[in-house]
């Protein structure tokens, strides 16, 4: 696939005709012209716009229409309704047949699942198996032995003025769902909300993030061979395609992805009234007490960022605050574990994922030359955009105006802010927007208590990293910039469910109460169903009151 921008061009005029569209892609909103074969010409579907192409072009041109647009989303969106409008995808059999059919796939394709990882992102085949692999087969797993309790109506208390009666809340399903996943975690994160929305009985197409291209390939092919073709759908793309899906009537988008192009989303799912669960990110931070065991809490603070894709993950550690007094001491315990773990020599070990890509990569390296940055690393700062690696980097007391602490990182890059008190920490992560997630080490549970009631943000961990993600019975969600809506466990089924109000009653009990003329009789049986009294109110539902 090819997308021509007037942007790419020294001189405009050669993109010979400039229809500007507005697609959504994982890094934002980008404006291109149709499609069209050009000889000897070829681009790639991501090329940043400050690049210029000075390619000669050939003057015979012949227009090519897109693979995936509007109108075929469109029957797409349609095929599906009609498959979920049948029944087929409500009832527990075929529920339990896919996830079945999920946990096969896992187990009978991990090799394939880990070569994709390591085209994507050179993940090492225990942090594949471990994040990726794992976590989907435990999803699946949970889902299968919890599905039929999952689908049972909850039974409700009812009140006394509907005796008698009976309530439960019913889990029904959305219906169509459109599930847009990202790059970092290719697999796992595009696997989990399908799992959930097959679970609550939805029809599910998935658009797999393009940057990942080799997993994407693979989920393509996997779910067209394992999975019912006339219910799950991946579509593979990029700008236009995701924009045709966008344009669709579904009923839930669940996007993992940045805040930026969470926005479009949102804005895209407003226009029809869509319910969205938007799973974004933010800084996230770690704040470090002087009474914690340094050798842990450095080992869990490394594992939280640099094991974790290379801190590619929007619950990695972003930054870490801790006293002045303590910051020698805790940088020079995560220097020992790095190098622990990786090796002397950070740029030759295996063990890390490298960055995604190019424009990643510049990115982060843009964040360490800023002026105000530069010269605050104190460990690290190696790189080779050849091989796409960043050592793993310590930065201390960057300035809080600079843009590494104002945007999210998103890579090996840890700064380490100082304060005189810790407490002092609190004020600094709620001048930001509320991360996805906060970490605290400490030994004083008076701190502790303090953290979890004034820390705002989407979940915590306390004396660790990560590990909050493992636990099915928590939700997984963020707050504000971080995101809206959760999953994981139950809370996926519920993310792809709505909970169907539904009251029971008898022919018994009609009190004529509730009807007009309000007589002042029915004044004073009012007044008794107000005051408490039951046997004023039982007499008074049971008809026994007279004008």
């Avoid at 002045?324 to 020992?336: M, Q």
């Avoid at 080490?441 to 915590?460: H, L, P, T, W």
Wanted: glycine share 6%; hydrophobic share 40%.
């Amino acid at each position: 696939m090819m997308i021509v921008s007037p942007g790419l061009f020294k001189h405009p005029s050669r993109c010979f005709r400039s229809y500007s569209i507005v697609g959504v892609g994982l890094l934002g909103t980008f404006t291109y012209c149709h499609k069209y074969k050009i000889n000897r010409v070829s681009f790639s579907s991501f090329i940043p716009s400050y690049y210029h192409c000075r390619a000669t072009l050939s003057t015979m041109m012949e227009e090519v229409k897109p693979e995936f647009d509007s109108d075929k989303a469109a029957v797409l969106v349609n095929e599906l309704r009609k498959t979920f409008n049948s029944g087929k995808t409500k009832s527990y059999e075929w529920r339990i047949s896919q996830l079945e059919s999920i946990s096969k796939m896992i187990d009978e394709k991990e090799k394939e699942i880990v070569e994709a990882l390591r085209k994507d992102l050179s993940k090492p085949e225990l942090e594949a198996f471990l994040s990726e692999i794992l976590m989907a087969r435990s999803s699946c797993k949970l889902a299968l032995k919890e599905l039929k309790q999952w689908m049972m109506p909850q039974k409700v208390e009812t009140s006394l003025a509907t005796y008698p009666s009976s309530a439960e809340i019913v889990a029904e399903p959305l219906g169509v769902v459109l599930v847009i996943s990202t790059w970092n975690f290719p697999f796992s994160l595009s696997l989990d909300p399908v799992i959930g929305a097959i679970a609550a009985g939805n029809a599910v197409v998935l658009k797999p993030s393009e940057i990942a291209s080799a997993t994407s390939s693979l989920l393509s092919r996997l779910v067209g061979e394992y999975m019912d073709k006339s219910a799950i759908i991946v579509v593979e793309g990029a700008v236009a395609e995701t924009s045709a899906l966008l344009e669709q009537k579904w009923d839930k988008i669940f996007f993992t992805g940045g805040a930026r192009v969470g926005r479009i989303v949102m804005a895209a799912a407003a226009k029809n009234l869509i319910p969205v669960t938007l799973e974004l990110g933010g800084k996230c931070p770690a704040v470090v007490d002087s009474n914690v065991n340094l050798q842990v809490t450095s080992r869990r603070i490394v594992a939280g960022k640099w094991v974790c894709n290379n801190g590619q993950a929007c619950i990695s550690v972003d930054y870490v605050i801790t006293t002045k007094e303590l910051a020698p001491k805790l940088i020079a315990t995560l220097v020992s574990v790095v190098e622990e773990i990786f090796g002397k020599d950070l740029m030759e070990s295996k063990e890390r994922s490298r960055i995604i890509n190019s424009f990643h990569f510049k990115r982060l390296v843009n964040l360490l030359e800023e002026d105000k940055v530069s010269n605050k690393i104190v460990f690290g700062g190696q790189r080779e955009e050849s091989q796409l690696q960043i050592a793993p980097t310590i930065l201390l007391d960057v300035p809080e105006d600079s843009m590494i602490m104002q945007e999210e990182i998103f890579g090996p890059l840890l700064p380490i802010i100082t304060v005189e008190r810790l407490e002092d920490s609190f004020a600094m992560i709620n001048r930001k927007p509320k991360p996805l997630a906060a970490y605290l080490f400490s030994d004083d549970e008076k701190i502790k208590r303090k953290f979890v009631q004034n820390i705002y943000a989407g979940g915590m961990a306390i004396n660790d990293t990560i590990l909050q993600v493992t636990v099915p019975t928590l939700p997984f969600g963020g707050v504000g910039e971080s995101g809206m809506g959760s999953y994981h466990g139950k809370f996926s089924f519920d993310a792809f469910s709505h909970k169907k109000a539904v009251l029971y009653r008898s022919f018994a009990g009609d009190s004529p109460t509730r009807y007009p003329p309000y007589t002042p009789g029915k004044k004073k049986q009012i007044k008794a169903l107000l005051s408490g009294k039951l046997l004023n109110i039982m007499l008074a539902l049971l008809g026994f009151y007279k004008d």
